[in-house]
């Protein structure tokens, strides 16, 4: 097939360079020109294992190229995949700013005399009913009554992790299809031929709720680890050994990821899809207190790691952050818990430095850009490579992940692995 990959952040470019590995054609659209050059010339615009090399491969072959804008590139596509942003806004809301953009940008773009309907799916997360209340009605006013004709809308989660994100495309943990009928749409089951997973077509609204429900849990779990962490550390009583206990029983306990005691959940949709679901549930006029209280806890547990990472320190002291972005071996720092501590440390006054080997502030771009400036602006005086941090000394060492693991540090300071608690 030809497929437009509408947006190239994480999600979009993910599956970009995981559907040219397939043989599809692929075309890219984001109004980033530095991203674009940056895709043209063979640099991928994220740090995620594997879609280097995806990518090289894929231009070679000429199944993926990319523009800042649609023109006449969904003439003959089969599929459209939107993945735009839906960022927070200031009510805890999904701004759907971007939803409405590309989706009257689309409509334009159509062409009367396409043999079959465009099918147009959309993987960004947004609440219940925005299918039925914003994409169609917007297809309907540009198309009138040709809409159904020249434009069929899937609803299409994704379920990819930074750091995995590849393997989680190929091996999701499932694959949900929402369709105005509730039936299988063509494109889409030739798109997910090669995938081995349960499919669940159902209706748009049950598709649309889905990353909420999945995503809140994540975020339950994250923080009910770190309440039972946070109350070991002040019993004295090992959290390590305790998850270990927890963990074992795989038979009730469900299973152990997202359970383990340690840094605070963060990212790109955990956060964001948590106020979402909280702005729902006010909206409507439910009662959600363990979801109403997530990101008190979780900021609860931000400051209480601070705490524990800088505890006995004196100000002014050298502290070496090991680890900076969302998740290892990504450059992620959207809504990264690491970049509130670096602000953290900043503001009481410790000298600090920071090593994280994904992250190169000159090549961070879009969302991820905006987010890492305006949280930490003096992020690349901060920054340092290994080979500095092997020759300076350190009053402390706060791993937030394995960025520490082989380190030879002068004077063997004292690491504090936040990233997992003692």
């Known amino acids: 097939m030809k497929v437009a990959v509408l947006g190239l952040g994480y999600v979009g470019f993910t599956a970009a360079c995981c559907m040219a590995s397939e043989g599809h054609e692929v075309i890219g659209i984001d109004v980033s020109q530095n991203k674009v050059r940056r895709i043209l010339a063979g640099h991928a615009p994220i740090v995620e294992p594997r879609v280097q090399n995806m990518l090289s491969d894929g231009l070679k072959a000429g199944l993926i190229t990319a523009d800042t804008a649609i023109g006449a590139h969904l003439d003959d596509c089969d599929l459209a995949i939107v993945c735009v942003g839906t960022p927070s806004a200031a009510d805890g809301s999904h701004n759907m700013g971007f939803i409405a953009d590309v989706t009257h940008q689309i409509a334009t773009a159509l062409i009367a005399d396409r043999a079959r309907p465009l099918v147009v799916a959309y993987r960004s997360t947004f609440r219940p009913g925005t299918v039925e209340e914003l994409v169609l009605p917007i297809f309907q006013a540009v ?18 992790r930074e750091g995995s994100a590849v393997e989680d495309y190929f091996k999701p943990p499932k694959i949900v299809i929402g ?3 509730s039936q299988p749409n063509e494109a889409m089951e030739e798109l997910n031929v090669n995938i081995d997973a349960q499919v669940f077509v159902v209706g748009y609204r049950e598709a649309e709720i889905t990353k909420f429900v999945d995503n809140s849990w994540h975020a339950v779990k994250v923080t009910f680890a770190n309440e039972v962490g946070r109350a070991c550390l002040g019993l004295g009583i090992s959290a390590r050994q305790v998850h270990e206990i927890f963990v074992a029983d795989t038979k009730l306990n ?8 340690g840094g605070a959940f963060g990212g790109s949709c955990l956060p964001k899809d948590v106020r979402a679901f909280q702005h729902i549930a006010a909206d409507i ?3 959600l207190p363990m979801i109403s209280n997530l990101m008190t806890s979780n900021e609860a547990h931000k400051h209480r790691l601070f705490e524990y990472a800088t505890e006995g320190l004196e100000k002014g002291a050298r502290v070496l952050l ?4 969302f998740k290892a071996g990504t450059d992620d720092l959207r809504e990264s818990p690491n970049v509130d501590l670096a602000r953290k440390l900043l503001a009481a006054g410790f000298d600090l430095e920071i ?3 994904g992250i190169d502030a000159s090549k961070l771009v879009g969302a991820n850009l905006g987010y890492a400036f305006s949280q930490l602006p003096v992020l690349e005086r901060l920054l ?3 080979a500095h941090a092997e020759t300076n000394r350190y009053d402390r060492v706060i791993a937030t992940n394995a960025t520490v693991d082989g380190l030879v540090l002068p004077g063997a300071p004292e690491i504090r692995h936040i990233g997992r608690l003692p």
């Open 143 to 160: 198309l009138g009554g040709e809409a159904e004709q020249r434009v069929d809308v899937v609803y299409n989660p994704e379920f990819l």
């Open 179 to 181: 369709t105005r009928d």
């Open 254 to 261: 469900i299973s152990p990821y997202y359970l383990r005691p």
């Open 285 to 287: 006029g439910a009662n």
């Open 322 to 325: 090991a680890g900076l972005a």
């Open 355 to 357: 090593l994280d080997p």
């Open 384 to 386: 340092i490579d290994r």
